[in-house]
């Protein structure tokens, strides 16, 4: 499988850019991870908005769904060209039921809701969740492909349960939303020296750092985690690819 990152930043994009998203795919199967701000314009870089299969949400926080409505739009708009080429399903929880029955859109995209717990398959992908600490019902996501498993924290603080979630993936993608010593657990969000300490623990292949903060040096990030866990320490950029 390979992973683009569509874009990476926490909140809200700078110039150019896209907040969370990150384009999934095995052959002609492509899935997205999340969906913010930015992300119908940047996917455009990599494929159409009419080849995804699915996309699957954490949570309805704004840097992780801003552009359903402007994707919902696109498939609208396309269809009426006649330029439908796939079916598509967004994924989500639940637990916010407002949120999720927003989801589907007249006839240009349908929903599904997920569960904690219990296995999703999307084609070749096995998904399966768990409930973060987030301030709203947020999932990280484990997804399996052909013996490959890479776990996405979605936005968490740390907590020893994510540890047991991630233990010996290939790739982490890991939420570093802060710099060492600053105070954002509160927020349900992780420091690099947070992400380092899961990662001691869970002994990840390797892990990609993203949901970045818009202060400091993001090298800085690399170096504290680079503190706590020795294999390799990749920062999210616009287009960065990896293959599993
Ligand atoms: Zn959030
Ligand atoms: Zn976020």
Request: hydrophobic share 35%; net charge negative; with cysteine.
């Amino acid at each position: 499988m390979r992973l683009t990152v569509v874009g990476y930043w926490h909140g809200y994009p700078e110039k150019g850019e896209a907040t969370s998203g990150y384009l999934l795919e095995d052959g002609d199967v492509k899935l997205l991870l999340d969906f913010g701000s930015g992300v119908v314009s940047q996917l455009q870089n990599y494929c159409s908005v009419q080849d995804l299969d699915g996309i699957v949400l954490s949570h309805y926080h704004q840097d992780h769904q801003a552009d359903i409505g402007v994707y919902q739009y696109a498939r609208l708009i396309n269809n009426g060209m006649n330029k439908r080429l796939k079916e598509t399903t967004i994924y989500g929880h639940q637990d916010d039921e407002q949120a999720f029955s927003k989801l589907s859109y007249k006839n240009a995209v349908t929903s599904q809701s997920y569960q904690e717990g219990v296995p999703l398959s999307i084609g070749p992908f096995t998904f399966t969740f768990k409930k973060t600490m987030h301030p709203v019902p947020c999932y990280a996501m484990h997804i399996e492909n052909k013996g490959k498993t890479i776990v996405y924290t979605a936005d968490t603080s740390y907590f020893s349960g994510l540890a047991d979630f991630t233990q010996g993936v290939d790739l982490l993608i890991a939420e570093c939303s802060g710099y060492e010593g600053d105070q954002i657990a509160q927020y349900g969000h992780m420091t690099s020296e947070d992400v380092g300490k899961l990662a001691k623990q869970a002994k990840p292949g390797k892990i990609v750092l993203t949901h970045l903060p818009h202060a400091g040096e993001h090298e800085q990030l690399q170096q504290e985690v680079a503190k706590h866990f020795y294999g390799e320490i990749i920062l999210a950029r616009s287009g960065s690819q990896l293959t599993l």
